[in-house]
């Protein structure tokens, strides 16, 4: 397939291509991507990455998101990014991670906003820098990344660069909660949880199971187990396992 070929497709007839099997669509986006279409090639590196349709090859994924990445498109050089930072086919690198995001994040794309700026509160592969970070996190929670607005949210609970404000912070994390971050979903239980509504607050936390990692829901738990809400402590506990499938 050439990119002449590719383009010649109508709407219908890609959609129909991306509608069969896992890996018809595979090999239809590596055939795209092999023409030279960035996104196909954007796409086909995350199918590898996630073994959608081929085996997972991170090494491959990550070829495939630098060819992208070569063509200018933000999301694959976030996805360089994610590769250093978390050691996805390649070492670990923590400045090229850095150095991929702050690229991303000043074509606009709110995951590079959102990746930067937790690289610059840790102090990561670049200098700590919290007040770049908060800025770059209210960009991109202005754009309604849903983790972003949640991390904005630790900024006013903990008092980092702003002035500690737990309403704000509230409002940020029943945000993050309606956006679908299970962090964000947890942190708007302890909230509610704190205020009385323990129902409201058992909800969520069920919900926040649901998506969240299994090392999130280890530690999310045992902090629910030895919190200063009785209720959280069996029935917390209960409800975001109960979420995340483990009882």
């Avoid at 069920?206 to 200063?228: H, N, P, S």
Wanted: net charge neutral; charged share 25%; with cysteine.
């Amino acid at each position: 397939m050439t990119l002449d070929d590719l383009h010649a497709l109508s709407s219908q007839e890609v959609a129909a291509r991306l509608s069969g099997p896992p890996e018809e669509r595979a090999a239809f986006v590596r055939a795209a991507a092999e023409a030279g279409e960035a996104e196909a090639q954007a796409v086909y590196g995350q199918m590898l990455l996630d073994g959608h349709g081929v085996p997972r090859d991170a090494m491959t994924a990550l070829a495939w998101f630098k060819r992208a990445a070569a063509q200018h498109h933000p999301m694959a050089i976030n996805m360089v990014g994610r590769c250093y930072d978390l050691g996805w086919g390649t070492a670990i690198d923590k400045a090229r991670a850095a150095e991929c995001f702050r690229i991303a994040a000043e074509r606009g794309l709110d995951w590079g906003m959102y990746n930067y700026a937790t690289l610059l509160a840790l102090g990561q592969g670049v200098a700590e820098d919290k007040a770049a970070a908060f800025d770059w996190l209210e960009k991109a929670a202005a754009l309604g990344n849903a983790k972003a607005i949640n991390f904005v949210g630790s900024f006013h609970e903990d008092g980092w660069v702003v002035r500690r404000d737990l309403k704000k912070a509230a409002a940020c994390y029943a945000r993050a909660a309606q956006g679908g971050d299970f962090r964000g979903a947890f942190n708007h239980a302890r909230m509610l949880g704190s205020a009385g509504r323990i129902e409201d607050a058992i909800g969520w936390l069920r919900r926040a199971g649901e998506t969240a990692t299994a090392a999130f829901v280890e530690k999310a738990g045992r902090w629910l187990a030895e919190c200063d809400v009785p209720a959280f402590r069996v029935r917390g506990v209960q409800a975001l396992r109960q979420g995340a499938g483990q009882c």
